[in-house]
């Protein structure tokens, strides 16, 4: 190697410098596009996808008591690293996943439970005596109820039909004797009043049969109405399995009834009658001219219903027994322990261990003995991880047990009630639950100021987006009667996109820079990522190359040494130059031939 090809070799060297500075810019900008890159639906094409197959297992399988999805398990077992684990359950993660979580699907062990005490419960509040003629028990009762209510009214002037505005109007009986054709009307009828005494303090049936006869469940009906109306019912098909196969049963679900289906029964009622009663209807502006139930009678029916219901649900609550609830609540948290502490098992020990096996697997040329022992290695670490997470594992073992035993005591006192009390208490329900995931996320150390307030928030607007689709399913499903099995997953589906659409929307708005701290921090940890990396590929790069020139350096530095000290000891009469010459020609590739240019300076034609 001579002086040129030196050089030549250090301007490859600057040139591969170059590309190697060229691709660390390429990747960073590629880098910066990933995350600078806000395909809002893409993410949320993929979030809700993602959530959707969490909840249609959690709800068809229920799962709910593991606490977390079978779509959150996966990725975590899939992206687990002991240095940078995926930790669905830490403090301000998937928060909309802890509301999906308030509320449990029908099915639930939970809810069946809840609903067999109560069934198992049920007692009739209003007995017939067993004669030729049965007459409530409570006769006397009834009867005090009405007269008093019917003065009442009169005193007040206002006799008239509550459901048509008609005034009040009189007839002759049987007996000859002038009567009201305005009856004093049960809102609720006492024939399907039901009371769930396993939770009511004693004598509460008493006060309960009080508010059945009292203005709260009274109203002034036409006496045809009345009657046609009867011991109306609200009747559903329920599947059932029997040794011939499934057949499908009448169920009375009555008592618990929702205004808007009692107002439909007794329409229904109502506009199946024929011959006089019905024209007495039409005459009396129940029914119209098409023999239909005017839109301000079934408007009214719906109101009168909603507001007995939810005065008798003020009255059931006050009558609760809330220790019996408690103890029940405190019974179902216990049963769902087990599932609790195996998620909490199978959540921290399966991910690592299936890291540390596929980690082995990728040496296919270990033999088995190796692999055994490899394994035994793997299983201490496992161990050793695990046991690292107990603290964690404690608080939310802890944490997921009092969700657990609030959820339980909501759903009881839910299905005590009816109307817009059980709204009410299950918009209580979600807030409280919210309020013990919201305090979960400020007490976490390891987030910010910025990072709690942005989690809280976010928790809080799911919260209510949840509640009000609730409702609006409710609603969608008395206008247009969609059959169960279809109203559950669409009602999962919309809950899963609108819950993802408003996190993508808080994400963007960024309330709390939250979203823009952790793009700088990205940032950041990008540069500095490839700038290791190029100085470490440079060094690489250069220290091989920097060696191989600095020792050729030397090695023609001596060279040139040794033909200067030879020029000087030379004898130019007596030796030749010509070796020296040659040497110094190779060095500096001066491309001199020194036998030709001796022949010209002799004139020596060729």
């Not at 049936?205 to 006496?223: G, V």
């Not at 299950?426 to 919210?434: H, N, P």
């Not at 191989?548 to 001596?558: D, F, N, S, V, Y």
Request: charge should be positive; glycine fraction near 4%.
């Amino acid at each position: 190697m001579n002086i040129r090809q030196v050089v030549h070799s250090r301007a490859i060297l600057l040139e591969q410098e170059q590309r190697l500075y060229e691709s660390a810019i390429t990747n960073i900008n590629l880098e910066m596009k990933k995350l600078l890159n806000n395909d809002f639906g893409s993410q949320l094409i993929r979030n809700s996808g993602r959530d959707l197959a969490g909840e249609l297992v959690r709800n068809f399988f229920d799962t709910s008591d593991y606490h977390i999805t079978v779509d959150q398990m996966m990725r975590r077992i899939l992206e687990f690293n002991y240095d940078d684990e995926y930790d669905p359950l830490a403090a301000g993660q998937d928060v909309q996943k802890l509301v999906f979580n308030y509320n449990d699907p029908d099915n639930a062990g939970t809810m069946k439970t809840i609903m067999n005490d109560l069934e198992n419960s049920k007692q009739k509040l209003f007995e017939k005596s067993e004669s030729a003629h049965p007459r409530y028990k409570d006769s006397g009762m009834i009867q005090k109820g009405k007269k008093q209510y019917r003065e009442r009214r009169h005193s007040e002037g206002s006799m008239q039909d509550d459901y048509t505005e008609g005034i009040e109007a009189s007839r002759l009986n049987s007996q000859g004797k002038r009567v009201s054709q305005l009856h004093v009307e049960h809102t609720q009828a006492l024939s399907s009043a039901y009371v769930y005494n396993r939770y009511l303090k004693d004598k509460a049936e008493d006060r309960i049969k009080e508010f059945y006869n009292s203005s709260d469940n009274f109203t002034m009906m036409f006496e045809t109405a009345n009657q046609s109306k009867g011991d109306v019912r609200v009747e559903v098909s329920v599947k059932v399995k029997n040794e011939d196969g499934v057949s499908y049963e009448k169920v009375d679900i009555t008592h618990r009834a929702t205004p808007h289906e009692m107002a439909n029964a007794v329409a229904s009622r109502w506009e199946h009658l024929q011959g006089e009663p019905k024209k007495k209807l039409q005459d009396s502006g129940y029914l119209d001219g098409n023999g239909k139930v005017s839109k301000q009678v079934k408007s009214e029916l719906v109101k009168n219903y909603r507001k007995s219901q939810n005065e008798e649900s003020k009255v059931i609550l006050h009558e609760t027994d809330y220790k019996k609830v408690v103890n029940d609540a405190g019974k179902h948290t216990t049963k769902s322990l087990s599932k609790i502490v195996a998620g909490q098992v199978v959540y921290y020990a399966v991910p690592a261990l299936i890291y540390e096996i596929r980690v082995i697997l990728k040496n296919r040329k270990l033999k088995l003995k190796e692999v055994l022992r490899k394994l035994e290695k793997a299983g201490e670490r496992v161990v050793r991880y695990v046991y690292s997470k107990i603290g964690s594992i404690f608080k939310n073992i802890m944490n997921q047990g009092l969700k657990k035993f609030l959820k339980s005591f909501f759903d009881i006192l839910i299905n005590l009630v009816k109307a817009t009390v059980k709204r009410m208490l299950k918009l209580a329900k979600s807030l409280v639950l919210s309020l013990v995931d919201a305090a979960r996320i400020i007490g976490d150390k390891n987030a910010t100021p910025s990072q709690k307030a942005d989690a809280v928030f976010n928790l809080i607007s799911v919260t209510v987006t949840s509640f009000v689709l609730e409702m609006l399913f409710e609603y969608v499903e008395r206008q247009f009667a969609i059959p169960e099995p279809l109203l559950l997953p669409l009602q999962i589906i919309a809950t899963v996109l609108c819950s993802n659409l408003v996190m993508l929307i808080l994400e963007k708005a960024d309330l709390f820079s939250v979203r823009h701290g952790l793009l700088m921090a990205n940032i950041q940890k990008v540069f500095q990522r490839e700038n290791e990396l190029y100085l470490q590929e440079l060094g690489g790069l250069t220290s091989s190359q920097q060696r191989g020139t600095e020792l050729r350096l030397k090695e023609i530095a001596l060279e040139i040494e040794e033909t200067k000290q030879r020029l000087q000891e030379i004898d130019p009469h007596k030796d030749s130059v010509i070796h020296e010459l040659e040497k110094i020609n190779r060095l500096f590739d001066m491309n001199i031939d020194f036998e030709k240019e001796w022949k010209s300076y002799l004139g020596v034609a060729y």
